[in-house]
């Protein structure tokens, strides 16, 4: 039956996968997923509840009894900064509140990766992602999207850049918001160890697909990378067109 295209954008922490979906989402006219955004709001709830990172069955029963929301809504042109100056912003609640800035804080990004690593939390979470996603007109980003939640996606993006990129990208984010500043040795770190947590996870691990695009983004610009993807999209779409002629 005849779908709408889907874009899945995969890789690790700091890569620049929401950055650039959201990006190439709006270029294109289609719809943005986060699925990190998912997996961190859970996080959150699950903190907030008190509940030990370990109790699976407590965490399986929250999940399945929480309501998760992904809006896009419009900036005020004097919100805008230059570093984000897109005119829709993206909200995720959870169970009526938002969430937003709170998943992103240094505790929830410290425990994001072992919640998702639980079989009840990822059943749960891909039947959503599959349901919102399966008319297509979309850009997925996560760790699995092109492997084990749209394995025929139309295009396959594995964006990767070295650790020392995305720790300098995660510090520049932090001075960008005037968060506390965190070493970069502490950032390299942290990132090191979402990373080998998130490839070696026996359920649906990090893994570029064997007909994904990598993307190396090492010194190259958000407005580079989402300009390589669009047009390989744009290519995707000009073949069978070209093959009717
Ligand atoms: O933005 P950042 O790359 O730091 O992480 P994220 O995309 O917000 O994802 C946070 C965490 O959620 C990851 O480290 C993974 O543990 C988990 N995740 C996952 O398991 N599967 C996905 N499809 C997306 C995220
Ligand atoms: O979602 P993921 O963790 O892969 O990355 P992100 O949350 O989008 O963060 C990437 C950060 O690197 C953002 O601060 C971007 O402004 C920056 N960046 C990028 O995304 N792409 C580049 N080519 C260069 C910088």
């Known amino acids: 039956y005849n779908r709408q295209?889907?874009?899945?954008?995969?890789?690790?922490?700091?890569?620049?996968?929401?950055?650039?979906?959201?990006?190439?989402?709006?270029s294109l006219g289609l719809m943005h997923l986060d699925t990190g955004a998912m997996y961190r709001a859970v996080t959150w709830r699950v903190m907030e509840a008190g509940i030990d990172l370990d109790n699976e069955s407590a965490i399986a029963e929250l999940v399945s009894q929480s309501q998760i929301y992904l809006t896009n809504e419009p900036q005020a042109e004097s919100a805008l900064t230059p570093q984000d100056s897109l005119p829709l912003r993206y909200r995720v609640w959870i169970d009526g509140e938002d969430v937003t800035q709170?998943?992103?804080?240094?505790?929830?990004?410290?425990?994001?990766?072992?919640?998702a690593a639980q079989p009840a939390v990822r059943r749960e979470l891909v039947?959503?992602?599959?349901?919102?996603?399966?008319?297509?007109?979309?850009?997925?980003?996560?760790?699995?999207?092109?492997?084990?939640?749209?394995?025929?996606?139309?295009?396959?993006?594995?964006?990767?850049?070295?650790?020392?990129?995305?720790?300098?990208?995660r510090q520049q984010d932090l001075k960008d918001q005037e968060l506390p500043i965190v070493s970069l040795e502490q950032l390299e770190q942290d990132i090191q160890q979402r990373d080998i947590r998130d490839s070696t996870r026996a359920l649906a691990p990090l893994r570029k697909a064997t007909d994904a695009i990598e993307v190396v983004t090492d010194g190259l610009s958000i407005t580079d990378?989402?300009?390589?993807?669009?047009?390989?999209?744009?290519t995707l779409q000009a073949i069978p067109l070209s093959l009717e002629v």
Do not use: M
């Not at 295209?5 to 709006?26: E, F, L």
């Not at 709170?102 to 919640?115: D, L, Y």
């Not at 599959?130 to 594995?158: M, N, S, Y």
């Open 225 to 234: 990378v989402t300009e390589h993807i669009v047009n390989l999209y744009r």
């Open 5 to 26: 295209p889907i874009v899945a954008i995969d890789g690790p922490a700091g890569a620049g996968k929401s950055t650039v979906a959201r990006r190439v989402a709006q």
């Open 127 to 169: 039947k959503q992602q599959q349901q919102w996603g399966c008319q297509g007109g979309i850009v997925v980003e996560g760790r699995d999207i092109g492997t084990h939640v749209f394995p025929d996606a139309e295009l396959k993006i594995f964006l990767t850049a070295s650790v020392q990129e995305r720790a300098r990208r």
């Open 102 to 115: 709170v998943i992103r804080s240094q505790e929830v990004t410290g425990n994001v990766s072992a919640i």
